[in-house]
């Protein structure tokens, strides 16, 4: 029998969100999972699944039962001829890449980050950047899905199609996702170039951005000029890296904090900071060849507040400008470097921020040095009025302000969805005060 614990304290891993579950499970197998839900219908509790802990919201938190799926990563068939893995949907990218390596396989895409589960990094519609690529779900084949009842559902294009669709971007509320089967390609490394520019020349020439390099990004820094471009495309070269480049990166993230921790006291230092970094970092040609989940993937190196909304791909220009002149006319509303702009193709998940567009994510920041808090609320709201004026929505992981009639409003398949949640859990055994803001 699965036993909880209780007096765990859970955090994510920006500790801006936590919450005391009245007991913390770890369940090893299925089975002990149908227990920890026999439970919780016998009690009347809710239940909330976490794995990496990653997301930046309040999303994974609950005061009644939360079942940790960190014992439940193994992969399990590696099929090389369809070039597709299943695994446990606890199971850490971070693991599965190295795994898949050994199989000389990799999945096409990646977010920033690998320290998160395979079911929540689906579930939350995590992304990175490509016009060809579609967020992180787009590579799922099928799953298994365990409900509120106890029952288990296979779910893919051919069978239960429906389920598919809501599924593959589930946010934790249609029951625990016990295996995910992904489409894989052959192994294969990138070459990262880096390169300066202003965000006027990368406005003006987007599309010719977007069609010379497969994993295009850029960042701008707020309260300049400044862009550093970054290209990531497949390439037959061996790997190679500056090292004298990396040492400094890591030398001067660690002058970063410093440099905000002293702008908490002197907020008028945020431009000349950003200023600053773009010199010392981004002013030279850079260029890294590694095997791709290298490349896609870098070290968070401090705690952070983030925001991250998908608008239409033809609104990018106008919510960026705009976004630069609400900062030029409120020289009291800093932000840190950098705001993330990347790209993203459409897809037909129902509550996908793509779903039915290719996207831009613009992705915002504010640093907290040293753990400290630092007035972002002012920055929040005008980038999320912004955001919805250009048709934004949200990032499922990330912290915003929206209701049930904002989303009404972004997805034209949010009632469809709505009505699937609430024929696989009538009782509401999934819900926490995050997802009540979503659905009532």
């Not at 400008?321 to 932000?335: G, I, R, S, T, Y």
């Amino acid at each position: 029998m699965v036993h909880g614990q209780g007096g765990v304290r859970f955090q994510n891993w920006a500790k801006t969100y936590g919450s005391s579950p009245e007991l913390y499970f770890q369940p090893a197998t299925v089975d002990e999972v149908k227990e920890i839900l026999a439970l919780a219908r016998q009690k009347n509790k809710k239940v909330k699944v976490v794995g990496g802990g990653h997301s930046p919201s309040d999303i994974a938190c609950t005061d009644d039962f939360m079942v940790q799926m960190g014992k439940m990563n193994k992969i399990l068939t590696v099929d090389k001829e369809k070039k597709q893995v299943t695994v446990e949907a606890g199971i850490l990218l971070r693991d599965l890449n190295v795994e898949l390596s050994k199989h000389g396989l990799a999945l096409p895409i990646l977010g920033a980050v690998s320290e998160v589960a395979a079911a929540g990094v689906i579930g939350t519609a995590t992304h990175n950047t490509g016009i060809r690529h579609g967020i992180l779900a787009t590579q799922v084949v099928s799953l298994t899905l365990l409900t509120a009842s106890g029952e288990i559902l296979e779910c893919s294009k051919s069978v239960n199609p429906d389920l598919y669709q809501a599924a593959c971007v589930h946010l934790g509320c249609l029951g625990i996702i016990l295996t995910v089967t992904f489409q894989c390609v052959p192994e294969f490394y990138l070459q990262e170039t880096t390169f300066p520019s202003t965000l006027q020349e990368v406005l003006d020439n987007l599309d010719s951005h977007l069609k010379k390099s497969e994993y295009f990004r850029f960042l701008w820094f707020p309260h300049s000029e400044n862009v550093s471009v970054i290209y990531q495309d497949h390439t037959n070269k061996p790997p190679s890296s500056s090292t004298t480049w990396f040492w400094d990166y890591a030398v001067g993230y660690y002058l970063l904090e410093f440099l905000l921790w002293i702008s908490t006291f002197l907020p008028f230092l945020v431009p000349w900071i950003n200023r600053f970094f773009f010199w010392l970092l981004f002013t030279s040609k850079v260029e890294n060849v590694n095997v791709s989940y290298k490349i896609f993937n870098y070290e968070c190196r401090f705690k952070q507040h983030v925001q991250d909304w998908a608008i239409p791909i033809e609104k990018t220009k106008e919510a960026l400008l705009e976004l630069k002149e609400v900062l030029e006319n409120n020289p009291k509303v800093v932000a840190h470097y950098p705001v993330e702009v990347r790209f993203t193709r459409e897809d037909d998940f129902l509550l996908s921020p793509c779903f039915q567009r290719d996207s831009c994510y613009l992705n915002i920041i504010m640093y907290r040095p040293y753990g400290k808090d630092v007035p972002h609320l002012d920055y929040w709201l005008a980038y999320e009025g912004i955001m919805k004026k250009f048709g934004g929505r949200p990032h499922w992981a990330k912290a915003h302000t929206c209701t049930r009639k904002d989303f009404e409003r972004m997805y034209p398949s949010f009632q469809k969805f709505c009505s699937i949640r609430e024929k696989l859990d009538p009782r509401g055994m999934f819900m926490n005060t995050y997802l009540e803001k979503v659905f009532y």
